[in-house]
C-alpha cells in the first residue's frame, strides 16, 4: 500500500509564502489524477487543487491565482506552492490520488499543518 507523506507546513504571516510536499512512498498507481485538501478547525475537509494525469489543472475558487499544484513523477511527489496566504487559509493540508470517478485512492496520510497569522 503506497504511504502518502506531506510535508512542508509551518507558521507564516498573511502574505508569506509556503510550499508543500506530498511524497508517496513508491509509484502512484490506479491514479487518474492528484490532489490537495486541506481541513480547517472545525470544518469539514475540502478540496484545493487537482492535477491531472492529462495536465489539466483546476483550484478551488479560494485559492485561484495564489496556489499552484505540479508534480515531479520521478520522485513521486506533489507540489502545492502557495503564495499570498491569508489566515483563511489556515489549515491542516492533505494530499491523495483520486480515480477516474473521483474516489481518493489511499488512506489519508498525517497532513502538514499550515498557520497563517494576520
Known amino acids: 500500500q503506497v504511504q502518502l507523506v506531506e510535508s512542508g507546513g509551518g507558521l507564516v504571516q498573511a502574505g508569506g509564502s509556503l510550499r508543500l510536499s506530498c511524497a508517496a512512498s513508491?509509484?502512484?498507481?490506479?491514479?487518474?489524477?492528484m490532489a490537495w485538501y486541506r481541513q480547517a478547525p472545525g470544518k469539514q475537509r475540502e478540496w484545493v487543487a487537482r492535477?491531472?494525469?492529462?495536465?489539466?489543472?483546476n483550484y478551488a475558487d479560494s485559492v485561484k491565482g495564489r496556489f499552484t499544484i505540479s508534480r515531479d513523477n520521478a520522485k513521486n511527489t506533489v507540489y502545492l506552492q502557495m503564495n499570498s496566504l491569508k489566515p483563511e487559509d489556515t489549515a491542516v493540508y492533505y494530499c491523495?490520488?483520486?480515480?477516474?470517478?473521483?474516489?481518493?485512492?489511499?488512506?489519508w496520510g498525517q497532513g502538514t499543518e499550515v498557520t497563517v497569522s494576520s
Open positions: 491523495n490520488a483520486l480515480t477516474f470517478s473521483d474516489a481518493f485512492v489511499y488512506a
Open positions: 513508491s509509484r502512484i498507481s490506479r491514479a487518474n489524477a
Open positions: 492535477l491531472g494525469n492529462n495536465g489539466y489543472i
